[in-house]
């Protein structure tokens, strides 16, 4: 009976922890209809806001792949002094608030700064731009690939990498042709993950890049514009896509996840 009781109680609170999801996903799909989708995503606000988007996030990911693998590969197999602190870095990105992120790559990248001065005076313009905005994506989201690659190198046997070495593989192969094969399940999740977050980034994006139309408004700088102005119907498409799509990925990543587990 008391068993009963705390598996009823435990249903319950998941119900309400569900309820806190999806109503709001109801309401929002509930508030258009296909034809009014059909009319914004014709809009080249809507449009450009999109493309923008994946442009950017897609970049993201694969900058993320080339700075935070080998990040992840020496906090999981190097023990050395400042591995604490360089850990506290990866995860900084997590805990501050996007806002403070922006405003910090603002003050580094603005053109009263010293690197932002010497930045253009090359011709390198990075606020206001979508290089702007891929940094501000890439500072934010990078930890979550960092964190999962890690997981996954640590969680290869030692045995197995000791006994390339022993064989006369060299440390580089062995990261090659051993250790990615065995942490791409990890490494595919990070990505997953970074992509999603990247396509969400508001705060440090509208510092770095701002809020300019068809030129650097990614898809939540969008909403949130459109919505100030009353523009609700093509904020609402805009949060649509972006709904369906992460949630589409996170689906079929995890199903291909619980299919190779089941192999």
Same mark, same amino acid.
């Given at each position: 009976?008391?068993? $009963?009781? *705390?598996?009823?109680?435990?249903?319950? &609170? !998941?119900?309400? /922890? =569900?309820?806190?999801?999806? +109503?709001?996903?109801? @309401?929002?799909?509930?508030?258009?209809?296909?034809?009014?989708?059909?009319?914004?995503?014709?809009?080249?606000?809507?449009?450009?806001?999109?493309?923008?988007?994946?442009?950017?996030?897609?970049?993201?990911?694969?900058?993320?792949?080339?700075?935070?693998?080998?990040?992840?590969?020496?906090?999981?197999?190097?023990?050395?002094?400042?591995?604490?602190?360089?850990?506290?870095?990866?995860?900084?990105?997590?805990?501050?608030?996007?806002?403070?992120?922006?405003?910090?790559?603002?003050?580094?990248?603005?053109?009263?700064?010293?690197?932002?001065?010497?930045?253009?005076?090359?011709?390198?313009? $990075?606020? *206001?731009?979508?290089?702007?905005?891929? &940094? !501000?994506?890439? /500072? =934010?989201?990078?930890?979550? +690939?960092?964190?999962? @690659?890690?997981?996954?190198?640590?969680?290869?046997?030692?045995?197995?990498?000791?006994?390339?070495?022993?064989?006369?593989?060299?440390?580089?192969?062995?990261?090659?042709?051993?250790?990615?094969?065995?942490?791409?399940?990890?490494?595919?999740?990070?990505?997953?993950?970074?992509?999603?977050?990247?396509?969400?980034?508001?705060?440090?994006?509208?510092?770095?890049?701002?809020?300019?139309?068809?030129?650097?408004?990614?898809?939540?700088?969008?909403?949130?514009?459109?919505?100030?102005?009353?523009?609700?119907?093509?904020?609402?498409?805009?949060?649509?896509?972006?709904?369906?799509?992460?949630?589409?990925?996170?689906?079929?990543?995890?199903?291909?996840?619980?299919?190779?587990? =089941?192999?």
């Amino acid at each position: 009976m008391k068993a $009963l009781s *705390f598996d009823l109680i435990i249903s319950l &609170i !998941a119900g309400i /922890f =569900v309820c806190l999801v999806v +109503l709001p996903m109801v @309401a929002l799909f509930t508030t258009t209809s296909v034809a009014e989708l059909a009319n914004q995503f014709r809009s080249s606000e809507v449009l450009s806001a999109v493309i923008i988007s994946f442009q950017t996030s897609l970049t993201v990911v694969l900058l993320a792949c080339c700075l935070g693998i080998p990040v992840a590969y020496l906090l999981a197999m190097k023990d050395f002094k400042g591995k604490v602190v360089l850990d506290t870095l990866v995860d900084l990105p997590i805990a501050v608030p996007p806002l403070v992120a922006g405003l910090a790559l603002l003050v580094l990248l603005g053109g009263n700064s010293p690197l932002g001065s010497m930045l253009s005076h090359h011709g390198i313009e $990075l606020i *206001f731009s979508k290089k702007g905005i891929i &940094i !501000a994506q890439l /500072f =934010v989201s990078s930890p979550f +690939l960092i964190k999962s @690659a890690r997981e996954a190198f640590e969680s290869i046997n030692k045995n197995v990498t000791h006994a390339s070495w022993v064989l006369g593989a060299s440390k580089f192969y062995t990261f090659r042709k051993v250790m990615l094969p065995l942490a791409k399940n990890g490494i595919y999740a990070g990505m997953v993950m970074t992509w999603a977050r990247a396509l969400g980034e508001f705060g440090a994006t509208s510092m770095v890049a701002g809020c300019i139309p068809l030129k650097t408004e990614t898809m939540t700088v969008a909403i949130y514009q459109n919505a100030m102005s009353g523009e609700l119907k093509a904020s609402i498409a805009i949060a649509l896509l972006l709904t369906v799509f992460s949630f589409t990925l996170l689906l079929i990543f995890k199903s291909r996840a619980k299919r190779r587990d =089941v192999l």
